[in-house]
C-alpha cells in the first residue's frame, strides 16, 4: 500500500470510528478514592494508636516506628488482596520527568512447596533497583549500582488497575547508596521542611501562638492534545520526538477563536469521562476540563492538595491520560509545541503555602494593606523571583518548551511578578515608606436586571506575565506540559524559604530597637521592595519594549533557551541557596545539571536525526514521483500539440533540491563531535543544529502546499487537529 493511501484509509477510519460505550457511568460517591489506601480505609483497618501515628506523620511528617510499619503493611497487604493484588511496587520519580517501578509479588514458598503472602514493615518501607541505570550525573557508576527506594508515607499508596492486572502501588523516595538524592521527591519534601522552619519563625515573631506544620500546596492546570491514532501512526516525528518536525500551516487554524472553551467533540467527551473516572478512583480531584485555544488541544485541572501529593497526582494523571486515550484511539501529545502556528500546550503551577491555624497565607483577604502576614509573604515571594529569576527559568528549561516559551501563547523567558493593580499599589505605597489603604474591585453592574451584581475581583488578570498572582496564589505559567511540577515546587519553596529567612532576621533587628510589630513590618518590607522591585511588571510581556527596559532598565534577564538557562543550576548563589537550606548539596546540583543537560543534547539529537531521516527517505521520493506525474503529463500535452507552463514543476524540483542542500547543511551540524564542555554542546544544539533544522522544514512546508495532495505521505494539519 502507499503512502498515500495509507494516509487516505487512516481519514477513512477515523472518519467511520464509532464512540465508545459511556452507558456504564457509575456515581461519583462509589467510586471516590475506592482504589486509594486513604486515611479514612486506615482508620477502619488499623488500631487506634497505628492510625494516631499514621494520621500524625501525614499531616506533619512526623516520623514512623518500625512496629508501626509493620501493622500498616499488614493492614495494607489485605486491603490489596481483597482487591486481587498479586504484586506490589515502590513508584518512584527519577529525573527523566516520568515515573518508575520494579514489581515484586507477595508471594513466597514454604520448604513444603506450599505458597503464602508475606508483607512486612521492612518489605513496605525499603525496596532496592539499581542506582545507576537511571539518570544520575554520575552520582553512581556501573561498578557503583546499589540504589534504594523508602515508602513516603504522606502520598497514599493506592492500587492500579490495568489490563495486565492489578498492583499495589507504593509512593516512593529514590536515593543512592552513599545518601545522595537521585530523583524529585526528596528535593521537594526537603524544600518543603525547609519552608515550614522559615515560616514558623516568621509567625512567631509575628505573635503567632498556635502554629501547625506549614505545607506548599499545588493545583497544576494540564493541557494536551488528542490525535487520533490512525494518523499518528502514519507520523514517525509524533512517535519518536513527541511533534511534528513538518507540517504547513492549515487554511484554518486558530484564529477564528473558535475552539476555545467550545462544545467537546463528543467522542472527546467520553474519552474525557472515561479519564476522569480513573482518576476519581485514585482519589485525584479532577476539577474542571475544556477546550483549549487550538483544535486539538484540551485542558484538565484538579483541586488543590499538598504540594507532594500533587506532584505524585500529576505524574500519575499523565500516565493515566496516556494509556486512556489509547482505550479510545487517541495518541496524546503532552509536548509543549507539537504543531507549529498554534498555541503550545503548557502545564500553570498554581502555588501557595499555608496550614490549618493561620490558613492560606498568601490569601490577602479584603483588606491587604492590614494583612501583616500576607504583605511579609508574598515580599518574600519578590524577593525571590528578583534574585533567583534565573533558577526558576531552568527549572522550566526543556528542548519542547524552548518551542514555546516566548511565543505568543505562553510567557516570555524574561521572568517578572504580576501583583495585579491593587498590591501593586500596596507594594508601592510601602516602598515609599508607608502602608496605606487599599481600594476593593467595587461591583460589576451590566445594568440587566436579570443578572444579579457581583462583586468584581480588585485586579485583572495579566496572561503575559510568567509568574503573576491571581487572587489567593501565584500561578507559575512557564511550565511546559510534558514536565514533573516537582522542579518548579522545589524551587518556589525553596527561594521563599530563604527570602522568609531573610525577614525572620531583619524582623529580629527591628524588634530589638523597641519599635512597634507594625513599623517593622513597614521598615523590612520597604527595605524589600527598594531591593528588589524590579521583578514587578503589570504591562504586556510580549512587547519588545518591555523585553528592553527588563534588561537595560531593571537589570533582568531574557534567557531564551534551555542552553542558556541550565547553568543557573551551578552557579554559586543557587548553589549557596540550595546548601543553606538543606535541600541539595552542591553534588547533587551539579547532578541535575548534567542529567538535564543530556536529556537536551539527546532530545536535539533524536529531533534532527529523524529530520534528515524523514526528509530523504519519505518526503523527498514523494515528491520526485509527483515531478515524475508532472513530467509525464507535460510530454504527454506537448504530444498532441499542447504546451503546459513548466514553471511550477521548476520550482518545486528547486524546493526538492533546496531540501536536499539543508539536509546535507544538517548532517555537518550532528557530525561535530569536539566540544571543550556541556555547555559549549548545548550551545551548538540550540543554535546551528536548530537553525539547520528550521532550514529543513522550511522548504519542506513549501513543498506540502505544491505536491498533489493525493502524493503527499504524512497526514497533514488540517486532518490531526480537525478530524476527530
Not at 494508636?49 to 489485605?78: C, E, H, I, R, W
Not at 540504589?147 to 507504593?170: E, R
Not at 533546496?658 to 548532517?667: E, F, M, P, Q, T
Amino acid at each position: 500500500m502507499s503512502a498515500n493511501a495509507v494516509r487516505q484509509q487512516a481519514i477513512h477510519e477515523v472518519t467511520n470510528r464509532p464512540l465508545p460505550d459511556s452507558s456504564a457511568v457509575q456515581p461519583l460517591s462509589e467510586i471516590w478514592a475506592a482504589d486509594v489506601f486513604s486515611l479514612a480505609v486506615m482508620e477502619e483497618s488499623l488500631s487506634k494508636n497505628a492510625f494516631k501515628a499514621m494520621k500524625k506523620t501525614v499531616q506533619t511528617g512526623a516520623p514512623l516506628d518500625s512496629a508501626t510499619a509493620d501493622v500498616v503493611a499488614a493492614a495494607m497487604k489485605d486491603w490489596a488482596l481483597k482487591k486481587g493484588v498479586k504484586f506490589f511496587s515502590h513508584i518512584f520519580y527519577p529525573m527523566t520527568n516520568i515515573t518508575a517501578e520494579k514489581h515484586d509479588g507477595f508471594i513466597i514458598t514454604s520448604p513444603e512447596g506450599n505458597a503464602i503472602t508475606e508483607f512486612t514493615g521492612s518489605l513496605l518501607i525499603k525496596g532496592e533497583p539499581d542506582g545507576s541505570s537511571f539518570p544520575n550525573g554520575s552520582l553512581r557508576m556501573t561498578n557503583a549500582a546499589r540504589g534504594y527506594t523508602a515508602w513516603d508515607p504522606t502520598s497514599p499508596a493506592y492500587v492500579m488497575n490495568t489490563p495486565n492486572g492489578a498492583t499495589l502501588m507504593i509512593p516512593s523516595v529514590f536515593f543512592s547508596w552513599t545518601g545522595e538524592a537521585l530523583d524529585k521527591k526528596i528535593p521537594l519534601l526537603r524544600s518543603n521542611a525547609a519552608m515550614n522552619d522559615a515560616a514558623q519563625r516568621v509567625l512567631t515573631l509575628m505573635g503567632e501562638t498556635e502554629i501547625e506544620t506549614l505545607n506548599s500546596s499545588c493545583g497544576a492546570e494540564q493541557e494536551y492534545f488528542l490525535v487520533d491514532a490512525h494518523f499518528a501512526h502514519n507520523r514517525p516525528d509524533l512517535l519518536l520526538a513527541g511533534r511534528t518536525l513538518f507540517g504547513a500551516a492549515p487554511p484554518k487554524g486558530q484564529e477564528f477563536d473558535d475552539h476555545y472553551f467550545g462544545a467537546i467533540p463528543e467522542r472527546v467527551q467520553v474519552f474525557m469521562q472515561a479519564f476522569e473516572d480513573k482518576l476519581f478512583r485514585l482519589g485525584i480531584p479532577a476539577k474542571t476540563h475544556h477546550n483549549e485555544v487550538a483544535p486539538g488541544q484540551f485542558e484538565i485541572a484538579p483541586y488543590f492538595e499538598a504540594a507532594n501529593v500533587a506532584a505524585d497526582h500529576q505524574q500519575l494523571m499523565m500516565t493515566i491520560m496516556k494509556t486512556t486515550a489509547k482505550e479510545h484511539g487517541f495518541i496524546c501529545l503532552l509536548h509543549e509545541k507539537p504543531f507549529a502556528g498554534v498555541n503550545g500546550s503548557g502545564k500553570h503551577v498554581n502555588w501557595s503555602v499555608g496550614n490549618s491555624t493561620q490558613g492560606n497565607l498568601l490569601d490577602p483577604g479584603t483588606t491587604p494593606h492590614e494583612n501583616l502576614n500576607f504583605l511579609l509573604f508574598c515580599g518574600a515571594v519578590i524577593r525571590g523571583a528578583h534574585l533567583f529569576g534565573p533558577l526558576l527559568r531552568a527549572v522550566i528549561a526543556s528542548a519542547a518548551n524552548d518551542h514555546r516559551l516566548g511565543a505568543n501563547e505562553a510567557p516570555p523567558a524574561i521572568l517578572s511578578v504580576y501583583l495585579g493593580d491593587q498590591l501593586e499599589a500596596v507594594f508601592s505605597d510601602i516602598k515609599e515608606g508607608n502602608i496605606a489603604t487599599s481600594s476593593d474591585g467595587g461591583v460589576m453592574d451590566l445594568g440587566l436586571s436579570q443578572i444579579l451584581p457581583f462583586t468584581r475581583d480588585p485586579g485583572d488578570r495579566n496572561r503575559t506575565s510568567p509568574f503573576a498572582f491571581t487572587g489567593n496564589r501565584f500561578e507559575f505559567r512557564a511550565v511546559g506540559s510534558s514536565q514533573s511540577v516537582s522542579g518548579p515546587l522545589v524551587a518556589m519553596n525553596t527561594m521563599l524559604a530563604d527570602s522568609l529567612t531573610w525577614i525572620a532576621d531583619k524582623l529580629e533587628a527591628q524588634l530589638e530597637t523597641g519599635v512597634s510589630q507594625l513599623e517593622a513590618v513597614a521598615a523590612v518590607l520597604k527595605e524589600l521592595m527598594e531591593l528588589h522591585s524590579a521583578v514587578i511588571f503589570g504591562g504586556d510581556g510580549y512587547s519588545s519594549e518591555w523585553h528592553t527596559a527588563a534588561v537595560e532598565e531593571r537589570g533582568l534577564r531574557n534567557i531564551p533557551t534551555t542552553a542558556d538557562a541550565l547553568p543557573a543550576l551551578v552557579a554559586d548563589d543557587v548553589v549557596a541557596l540550595f546548601e543553606r537550606t538543606g535541600v541539595l548539596s552542591e553534588v547533587e546540583l551539579a547532578s541535575r545539571y548534567e542529567v538535564y543537560a543530556e536529556q537536551y543534547i539527546l532530545s536535539i539529537g533524536v529531533e534532527a536525526k529523524l529530520t534528515a531521516e524523514l526528509a530523504t527517505t519519505v518526503l523527498y521520493p514523494a515528491t520526485v514521483e509527483y515531478l515524475s506525474d508532472l513530467t509525464e503529463t507535460a510530454a504527454a500535452a506537448a504530444s498532441v500539440g499542447v504546451e503546459l507552463d513548466t514553471g511550477p514543476a521548476k520550482t518545486i524540483a528547486a524546493e526538492a533540491n533546496g531540501l536536499l542542500g539543508a539536509v546535507s547543511d544538517l548532517n555537518a551540524a550532528l557530525s561535530v563531535e569536539d566540544f571543550a564542555s556541556t555547555e559549549e554542546h548545548m550551545q551548538h544544539c540550540a543554535g546551528p543544529i536548530r537553525a539547520r533544522m528550521d532550514a529543513v522544514r522550511a522548504h519542506a512546508d513549501r513543498l506540502e502546499t505544491m505536491v498533489a495532495d493525493e502524493r503527499w505521505p504524512l497526514p497533514k494539519y488540517r486532518e490531526m487537529l480537525f478530524i476527530k
